[in-house]
């Protein structure tokens, strides 16, 4: 990922391709709800989402498979939104790749330049080009049923690559790949995208897949953009309690502002007070939940080192050993279960802190997140 | 490993082949026979095959066949990929289960009543019985299975082909020309013989339905052998059943290469 590439963060720029109002529904199911989005020249933009939250929907409005009922789709100024997909400059990669199997591996490159009524010489010379990006040079004779799953995944790739878009759309560019071959085509797809700045927009349901490759998130629900930010912020300051739990594991304790202090609320919640960093626009009585990290809690034998620090007494119902770290399982007040990550930064094999221990649970204010929604 | 089949399997499918087979082979084997007597052995000859060729009438019957035939495999090819892209592609979910029942329905319609409704609407329109009505009485038969047959396919294939095509830049038109026609292709093929060979052996309806000038091959069989078996209508009927099943094993090697060209997938052979 490029440093300090953050057009969305300049008042002044102007996106690449901006949402206003899209909605679209089939029959009585809204699929798309009333969208605003900007995306931005040279973004690689990835929308996530459970499965049936629209993102796929958003997709195919933005390559005009479907037209919306509502809203604008502006490309570079123009409203696109009534114009068919064989007019866009923007170009996609099917989840199921879609590759023409009557045709070799060149002549699916070349459909598309040939449409352009592009010269014999100048579809080979971009054939050929765009054979050596994605690294299959030697292979444009054969057919796609005879080439393996990684390779069909590049050759769709290069096929969508091969009109220079404006905008590339990838539908689960990654799903049909085994595990390890995923990882490896992820960093090549980052790559490729910082080499030719091409603005990508993927959808994805898989978390790390969209974390490891995005500038920015589009986290969707219900077809609705639930909160639009770069991976760090959308894991470290999640908007609301539905995009705090999407995205990795995350502990939500319910309560009540009971003060505001400068710069920090105290919730009265699960019997005790936490102090937790203050979020605008919080005022005393309001109904809040504290979003805090498993990662971020830790677990010791005596009370917090800091006295500013919120500290839970419970104890340790379950370990789970991950390697990495271990996952705890800690009961507090009301019965209520908190998680709390350990790294396993040394060999140990047995647990430092044992089932059935009385522990306390820390973590420093600035290390939890009000939420209000 | 399967079980070596028991004498029972061998008998019972010796005995179904043969309930199916042995009257052609008796035919083909009598259109060699050399005597002229039907029913007496005379040793091998070809003779009867040389005497077709000066049967004129006969001749004529195979020419009329053969272009009718051709005609309404055509109308009936071309009607049934319309039909069968009417029912996989347009229309809402209700609207399509019925549209593919009034399409399939002719499938199971008594051969007589399809003649017999043919025969009563070309009298009322006053349209003159002869090649033209026997061709659109074929065509009204045969293109119900060409649309079975490409309906199939249709459904087969992965729409996001045609998708990709159009986000390439190929307008609809063309993207039906360039993909979907090419993909299915072998399927259309499988229709048009699967239509020839129906309207090359169809009797019932083709009585209905003709008029004087097109008396066609089965017609003209069926009338002959009503005066008595000649040694000519074996020869030609043996190459009826040879056309036919050189027709049907070309259609099913077809629809099979394109089957296993589209659907070969080797997920994750890396």
């Excluded at chain 1, 799903?175 to 090549?188: G, M, N, V």
């Excluded at chain 1, 898989?206 to 490759?213: F, I, N, V, W, Y």
């Excluded at chain 1, 119902?317 to 399982?329: F, K, R």
């Excluded at chain 2, 996001?160 to 390439?168: I, K, P």
Aim: some cysteine.
């Amino acid at each position: 990922m490029r440093r300090g590439f953050a057009p969305w963060a300049d008042a002044g720029a102007r996106a690449l391709l901006r949402l206003q109002g899209v909605s679209k529904r089939y029959g009585d199911i809204v699929a798309v709800d009333a969208l605003d989005l900007d995306i931005f020249e040279g973004e690689f933009f990835a929308l996530l989402g459970p499965s049936g939250c629209g993102k796929t929907t958003l997709l195919r409005l933005l390559a005009g498979f479907e037209t919306p009922a509502q809203g604008s789709i502006l490309l570079a100024g123009e409203d696109i939104a009534a114009v068919p997909p064989y007019r866009r400059p923007v170009n996609m990669m099917f989840q199921t790749y879609a590759l023409f199997p009557h045709l070799s591996v060149a002549g699916n490159i070349a459909f598309g330049l040939r449409q352009e009524r592009l010269g014999r010489a100048a579809i080979e010379a971009r054939v050929a080009e765009m054979l050596a990006l994605v690294q299959l040079e030697g292979l444009g004779a054969r057919k796609p049923h005879q080439l393996s799953g990684g390779q069909r995944q590049r050759v769709a790739l290069a096929r969508a690559l091969a009109k220079r878009p404006r905008v590339l759309l990838l539908d689960e560019p990654l799903a049909a790949l085994d595990k390890k071959l995923r990882a490896q085509t992820q960093f090549e797809l980052v790559n490729l995208q910082a080499r030719l700045g091409t603005t990508f927009v993927i959808v994805t349901h898989d978390q790390e897949e969209a974390m490891t490759m995005a500038h920015r998130i589009g986290v969707m629900d219900r077809g609705r953009l639930m909160q639009v930010a770069e991976p760090s912020e959308l894991y470290e300051q999640p908007n609301s309690r539905w995009v705090a739990g999407f995205i990795g594991e995350v502990n939500l304790i319910e309560g009540r502002v009971a003060a505001l202090e400068p710069g920090i609320a105290v919730v009265a919640a699960l019997g005790g007070h936490f102090r937790v960093g203050a979020t605008a626009g919080v005022g005393p009585g309001d109904s809040v939940c504290i979003a805090v990290r498993p990662e971020k809690v830790r677990v010791a034998n005596a009370p917090a080192a800091a006295p500013t620090d919120n500290c839970l007494a419970g104890s340790v119902v379950d370990i789970g050993y991950l390697g990495g770290m271990s996952s705890y399982q800690v009961r507090v007040a009301d019965g209520f279960l908190v998680r709390a990550a350990i790294a396993n930064a040394t060999r140990r094999t047995t647990p430092p802190i044992g089932w059935d221990t009385q522990v306390c649970l820390t973590f420093a204010p600035q290390d939890a997140v009000l939420l209000t929604r | 490993m399967r079980p070596a089949p028991s004498l029972f399997n061998i008998v019972s499918v010796a005995c179904g082949l043969a309930f199916l087979y042995l009257p052609i082979a008796v035919l083909v084997v009598y259109s060699f026979n050399a005597s002229r007597l039907v029913t007496v052995w005379g040793g091998w000859s070809l003779r009867w095959y040389g005497e077709l060729i000066g049967d004129q009438a006969l001749i004529a019957a195979a020419r009329t066949s053969l272009l009718i035939a051709l005609a309404s495999a055509s109308a009936a090819t071309l009607l049934g990929t319309l039909a069968a892209l009417a029912i996989t592609r347009f229309g809402a979910d209700r609207g399509r289960t019925a549209l593919s029942a009034m399409v399939l329905a002719p499938l199971v319609m008594p051969e007589v009543i399809t003649g017999l409704s043919l025969l009563l609407l070309f009298v009322a329109i006053n349209l003159d019985r002869g090649f033209l009505t026997v061709t659109i009485a074929h065509t009204t038969v045969t293109m119900c299975f060409v649309a079975v047959v490409v309906k199939a396919r249709l459904a087969d294939l992965d729409r996001s082909l045609e998708e990709a095509a159009m986000d390439l830049g190929c307008p609809p038109a063309r993207t039906f020309l360039t993909v979907t026609l090419p993909l299915i292709a072998p399927a259309l093929a499988a229709g048009f013989l699967l239509a020839f060979t129906l309207s090359l052996d169809d009797l019932v309806i083709a009585s209905f339905t003709t008029g004087p000038g097109a008396t066609t091959l089965p017609i003209r069989i069926y009338s002959d052998v009503r005066l008595g078996v000649k040694p000519e209508i074996n020869a030609i009927c043996t190459i009826m059943i040879a056309t036919v099943a050189l027709a049907l094993i070309v259609a099913s090697l077809a629809l099979r290469r394109a089957s296993s060209a589209t659907t070969s997938r080797r997920p994750g052979a890396a």
